[in-house]
């Protein structure tokens, strides 16, 4: 079964920068759309940034120009560069995937599910 594996998390005093990673595992023919989501203390779950297998990105207005997403070639990892840290960055960061691919990849076991991370805790002062 899918699961992902997040680091890289930590303590940063504002301005500085960290890089999450996220590794995922347990898909035999599918690919991997991955993406980062982050929750603070009594507030909603809120998107950050996104990479489908297809190198293609998308990101919060909040942190555009500031994070960076990135995929290895081997498509199961991605990162987070995260710069310019601000103290409303601390949150608990989450990894997700969804997975993707032909008709081979649709009848696999997970196809059509969210899975998560165990999330890494960044906190900025």
């Known amino acids: 079964h899918v699961q992902l594996v997040e680091s890289g998390g930590g303590s940063v005093q504002a301005g500085g920068s960290l890089r999450l990673s996220c590794v995922a595992s347990?898909?035999?023919?599918?690919?991997?759309?991955m993406s980062w989501y982050r929750q603070a203390p009594g507030k909603e779950r809120e998107f950050v940034s996104a990479?489908?297998?297809?190198?293609?990105?998308s990101y919060a207005d909040s942190v555009k120009g500031r994070f960076t997403i990135s995929q290895e070639n081997a498509k199961n990892t991605v990162y987070l560069q995260m710069n310019s840290l601000k103290p409303e960055g601390t949150a608990m960061y989450y990894c997700?995937?969804?997975?993707?691919?032909?008709?081979?990849?649709?009848?696999?076991?997970?196809?059509?599910?969210?899975?998560w991370g165990k999330g890494t805790q960044v906190t900025v002062s």
């Open positions: 997700k995937t969804r997975l993707r691919g032909g008709f081979v990849c649709r009848r696999a076991v997970g196809y059509g599910m969210d899975y």
């Open positions: 347990g898909s035999t023919y599918c690919s991997y759309d």
């Open positions: 990479v489908d297998s297809d190198g293609r990105t």
